[in-house]
């Protein structure tokens, strides 16, 4: 069965608005800590969201995330799209190039009845806060400034209507919202998808198409990786085993193995490099002791963890807690402990305000109609 993968930009969108929520904090840290968010598979994604919308009570959660994006939040294919010469060409990359930010979204471009239908399709099924963050991040990057009032744009929900639509209208605003629909989608007038488009800019798109062809050179996931990734996971509940992470990998353990080695690595190794970035994390969080901290890494024996951690380090966790913990209360003293790009993400707000200056440029311009 294929592996299918979701780029982080997604569930880093949904943490900028958890933040906002004390009670998911310290899950959303130990995420960020052992970088589960930056490539994970469709079906433990969406699991994640459907739970931190549970935990919350907040069922326009994807809306919010998604009105949080901006041009480069999903790297070089925004910017691709929006130096093309029209919403067409642009349509046309992202259909090509969607692969690479996630396996299992589909686009299609469809003309009827003067009539232009942007399909989104999961080839997995998928939830309501998912297919919602979707629509809104095409909105707020891809559309909202481009097609301008009089485009007669319609956003279409396969889903009913939900009870409260309050957050659907801020979020859409001068859109007409379509619920119960076919599909999950964009309808607007068909002429203006061959407009010729203000931000087209040829050579910075043949830029930006040289560095998306590059990324599809590269975008094969190292088998290691997404066993880190299950890695992180299964050290919260035990010690991982190579038969059981084999076995969420739909191989043998000795493909596992084999696999591994052709990766130049091993799962020992890579089990004690997740234990040993968490263990850094963990170990300057003060209300945690060495032996909690020793049990949710996976270690039976106190002298085994110890062991490990003078071994990374040099020191004992004690130690090195104490020198940790004096660094970060010396005034103007950097905590490099502290995952990097946090203090950005525990912001709601912060991925509007570090927009690309590509964005503020483009900010405002609408479809030119024809002329120079």
């Keep these: 069965m294929q592996h299918m ?50 935990v919350t009570s907040d069922m326009d959660l994807g809306l919010k995330a998604g009105a949080s994006m901006c041009i480069g939040a999903s790297g070089a294919l925004d910017f691709a799209m929006h130096s093309a010469s029209t919403l067409r060409e642009g349509f046309e990359l992202a259909a090509q190039y969607s692969h690479l930010f996630g396996d299992a979204l589909v686009l299609t471009l469809e003309e009827n009845d003067g009539r232009m239908l942007l399909r989104f399709n ?16 095409w909105y707020h990057v891809h559309l909202r400034d481009r097609l301008g009032n009089g485009a007669g744009l319609s956003v279409l929900f396969a889903h ?40 087209g800019d040829e050579a910075l798109h043949l830029a930006h198409l040289a560095h998306l062809a590059l990324l599809h050179r590269r975008s094969s996931r190292s088998f290691a990786a997404r066993v880190r990734e299950h ?10 085993t190579e038969s059981r992470i084999a076995k969420q990998l739909r ?56 062991r490990a951690f003078r071994r990374w380090t040099g020191q004992t966790p004690t130690q090195y807690r104490q020198a940790r913990l004096t660094e970060q209360r010396t ?15 525990a912001e709601p707000h912060a991925a509007r305000s570090s927009c690309t200056r590509f964005e503020q440029q483009s900010r405002g311009r609408s479809l030119r109609v024809g002329g120079p």
């Design 331 to 345: 005034p103007g003293t950097p905590n490099p402990y502290r995952e990097p790009g946090y203090a950005e993400l």
């Design 122 to 137: 999961q080839s997995v099924s998928s939830i309501r806060a998912v297919s919602d963050f979707t629509l809104s991040a």
């Design 251 to 306: 191989v043998s353990r000795r493909t596992l193995v084999r696999r591994m080695n052709a990766d130049g690595t091993t799962f020992r190794l890579e089990l004690e490099h997740v234990q040993r970035k968490l263990a850094l994390y963990l170990i300057v969080q003060p209300d945690l002791s060495p032996k909690n901290i020793m049990a949710r890494l996976g270690y039976a024996q106190v002298q085994a963890f110890y």
């Design 231 to 240: 890695l992180a996971v299964e050290l919260q509940r035990g010690r991982p």
């Design 5 to 54: 993968s979701c780029n982080g930009h997604i569930l880093r969108a949904f943490v900028r608005i958890l933040a906002q929520y004390p009670q998911v904090l310290p899950e959303l840290e130990y995420l960020l800590s052992v970088g589960l968010l930056e490539h994970m598979g469709v079906n433990e994604t969406h699991a994640m969201i459907e739970h931190w919308v549970r």
């Design 160 to 199: 009913p209507t939900p009870t409260n639509i309050s957050e659907y209208e801020r979020t859409f605003a001068n859109a007409a919202l379509v619920f119960d629909a076919q599909d999950y989608g964009f309808s607007f007038d068909a002429k203006l998808v061959d407009t010729p488009l203000d931000s």
